[in-house]
């Protein structure tokens, strides 16, 4: 019920924020270890949209990369770790997290805009020859359906549904590619610990938010490109977090928090408030210890840092989406969704563990507890999805390769397109939602460049179908 928000907005509105952009060695360029032949454009063409993007966002226009001059305005550096093996990557946090507030106003003053809700979207309807979008057969739930005539479409339903209209329309799929692909972020929380050799100041940006330069930002470890190639591993981000975070009262705090910061109260907030009271004691010395930012420790021996791991997933055929055979209140197929997760993945994301733990023992800067056999079993039995859908109409230079080209069109029909994350490649190591509204502002660039060819003197037109 907190993956996808069906309403104006989108699931921007149970956004938190946490934003990246993908990295264009590591993310965007073909990597052969992963049966992958990369993003089907040159990365420039996606990197020149991230300012503006940031800008919708909140984020300010300024660069991500080099952290080093966003936490020398802390007085801190970077983790002491080899260059040419590890990085510190920032991770910011949007203050615009509902789409719909932060833009309605917008759209309701436009007068080139005219924003239809309750349309329900049952198919995409083509030419006889369907070599053409020529509209949508909506439905609504109370009074009659409508035709939708238009020279041009655009889907952007989120990376289920985007593949489920297609496949419902019986478009895009010559290639047997739509709902195919399917990718989450694999999330590996709590998995080892890092006691450090000694309290370090230089900690804290990797394991709480700052506020540095006016914007809320942490930082994470990540493998390098080198290091990703020569160990044939996809791509990560390595977060750190205080045990103090993980105490039972401090975790319904956070989820309660949360859902007010997201105005919604969360599936079980009484069970929250339970847990919150429950553990008084131990959330107020929680507390205390965050807010005198002694999480890591002071004058006795460090405290533990807990380790997780956010892991890139390979592209897999067999991870789809299908029509099922249940029908949804307007009579039309629902999405059936089979995500599988393959062993080589699994294990990539303990691999990218050991190799941390080496560094961290050479660098002197602590040691990395892992887990036995048994214990890292335990471990990946907790393996989770981050809630990004990504995949299912993924981009391709050919129809053979992928359901859309480099510009989000549909292979084959020239004037329908797919925005979102559901043509993502590759899932690539960040949160999607920055990249998703970079490939917008591309796609709107797009559209404005082949309008005139596009619409050849169309116009949009509403039927009722009677």
Known sequence: IETRARCFGGSTVWWNGECRPLDPAQDLQARPWLGDAGWPMQPGELLRHYPQAQELCGLGPEPFD??????????LAALPLDPDRWVTRLFRYAPVLDFAAAFGARLRRATN???????HVAAIE?????????????????????????PLIVLAAGGIENARLLLASRLGNGHDLVGRHFMEHLFLDDAARLVPTRPVRAFRPYYRRMSLRGRDVKATLAPTATLLAAEG??????????????????????????????????????????????????????????????ETGAGGAPVPLLVSVVGEQTPDPASRVTLSERRDAFGEPLARLDWRVVERDRLALWRVLELLAAEAGRSGLGRLDLPGDAGRELALARLRGGRHHMGTTRMGVRPSQGVVDSDCRVHGIP????AGSSVFP???????????VALALRLADTIARDAPALLHGQRSAVDDPG
């Not at 080099?66 to 007085?75: F, H, K, R, S, T």
């Not at 369907?130 to 439905?139: F, P």
């Open 66 to 75: 080099p952290p080093d001059p966003w936490l020398a305005d802390a007085g």
């Open 233 to 294: 591993l996809p791509n990560f981000a390595i977060k750190l977090a205080s045990a103090a975070k993980r105490q039972p009262g401090m975790l319904a705090l956070l989820a309660l928090r949360d859902g007010l910061r997201q105005h919604r109260p969360g599936e079980r907030p009484l069970a929250a408030v339970r847990a919150l009271l429950a553990d008084l004691p131990g959330t107020a010395r929680a507390l205390a210890a965050v807010a005198a930012g002694r």
């Open 426 to 436: 590759t899932a690539g190591h960040a949160n999607p939602t920055l990249t998703i």
């Open 126 to 150: 083509v030419s006889a020859d369907a070599g053409r979008a020529t509209g949508l057969l909506v439905k609504r739930r109370n009074g009659p359906g409508f035709r939708l005539a238009a």
């Open 113 to 119: 805009v005219t924003v239809l809700l309750h349309a």
């Open 415 to 418: 004037n329908l397109f797919v």
